[in-house]
């Protein structure tokens, strides 16, 4: 697995976005599909000892994508939508809005997610937080965007493997 820390891409705002590139050995097929099944995201999508509680996914553009965790014995409830859907090639979502539609009191970030063949059944893939402020962004930095989300990585890496 290689990794590759993002901060100066071409549509890349280095004062708002966090970004990281890793080649995962999984096919980009599976990948998607641990990615836009319930079931399989409660298995990687919370950095572990942490736990996803539930999982809801009505993978449409506006569609929902809501999770509920278990972080320290406390549970935390996050609704969000998808704002586009690439088959098989990228996920964005969002906690701005829930279904319909409806504003989030408080955002905190747009999630992309980008999945490209590497060859040899390996997959890059490419996680990237955009923020509405650059404190919000050092905040995420902060909480640990690159250890949690590369966590989160390994994790889907480690459970796809188990699925080929």
Same mark, same amino acid.
């Given at each position: 697995?290689?990794?590759?820390?993002?901060?100066?891409?071409?549509?890349?705002?280095? !004062?708002?976005?966090?970004?990281?590139?890793?080649?995962?050995?999984?096919?980009?097929?599976?990948?998607?599909?641990?990615?836009?099944?319930?079931?399989? @995201?409660?298995?990687?999508?919370?950095?572990?000892?942490?736990?996803?509680?539930?999982? #809801? @996914?009505?993978?449409?553009?506006?569609?929902?994508?809501?999770?509920?965790? #278990?972080?320290?014995?406390?549970?935390?409830?996050?609704?969000?939508?998808?704002?586009?859907?690439?088959?098989?090639?990228?996920?964005?979502?969002?906690?701005?809005?829930?279904?319909?539609?409806?504003?989030?009191? !408080?955002?905190?970030?747009?999630?992309?997610?980008?999945?490209?063949?590497?060859?040899?059944?390996?997959?890059?893939?490419?996680?990237?937080?955009?923020?509405?402020?650059?404190?919000?962004?050092?905040?995420?930095?902060?909480?640990?965007?690159?250890?949690?989300?590369?966590?989160?990585?390994?994790?889907?890496?480690?459970?796809?493997?188990?699925?080929?």
């Amino acid at each position: 697995m290689t990794t590759s820390q993002t901060a100066a891409a071409p549509d890349l705002d280095p !004062d708002t976005d966090l970004s990281f590139t890793r080649i995962l050995q999984a096919p980009r097929e599976l990948l998607w599909r641990c990615w836009t099944t319930p079931e399989h @995201i409660t298995q990687f999508f919370m950095p572990a000892p942490h736990k996803v509680l539930a999982c #809801e @996914i009505d993978l449409r553009v506006g569609g929902r994508f809501n999770t509920s965790f #278990e972080v320290e014995g406390h549970v935390m409830d996050n609704e969000g939508v998808w704002l586009e859907v690439i088959e098989g090639r990228r996920l964005v979502f969002t906690d701005a809005y829930a279904e319909g539609w409806k504003p989030a009191p !408080d955002p905190f970030m747009t999630a992309i997610i980008d999945f490209a063949d590497a060859g040899e059944g390996a997959t890059s893939y490419t996680a990237t937080a955009r923020h509405r402020s650059p404190e919000a962004r050092q905040t995420h930095e902060d909480m640990g965007f690159f250890d949690g989300w590369g966590t989160v990585c390994t994790q889907l890496e480690a459970y796809a493997q188990t699925l080929l």
